[in-house]
């Protein structure tokens, strides 16, 4: 389970086994009682979430959009 970065107790990580056929690029984030998964494109955008309120993942989309080129490379870097 790469872990891409850690933002405010959130860590954003990949699934080492994301499946056959691989998913889009996307990243998930865990902390602070919640879990969540963003889809990278077209836009960022919040695939499922638990535990987080609103203002949380508005925020999480934020940081996501932010970071999306380290989460990119990190990805390719991870499954090639």
């Known amino acids: 389970m790469p872990v ?39 836009e960022v955008r919040v695939a499922e979430s638990v535990g987080f309120n609103r203002r949380r993942l508005a925020d ?3 940081v996501v959009e932010e970071r999306r080129s380290d989460i990119e490379r990190a990805w390719h870097e991870h499954f090639g």
């Open 4 to 42: 891409v970065f850690r933002w405010e107790g959130i860590r954003f990580f990949f699934f080492s086994n994301e499946g056959n056929p691989r998913e889009p690029l996307h990243v998930h984030a865990e902390g602070d009682g919640g879990e969540a998964k963003f889809w990278l494109y077209s």
């Open 60 to 62: 999480l989309v934020r």
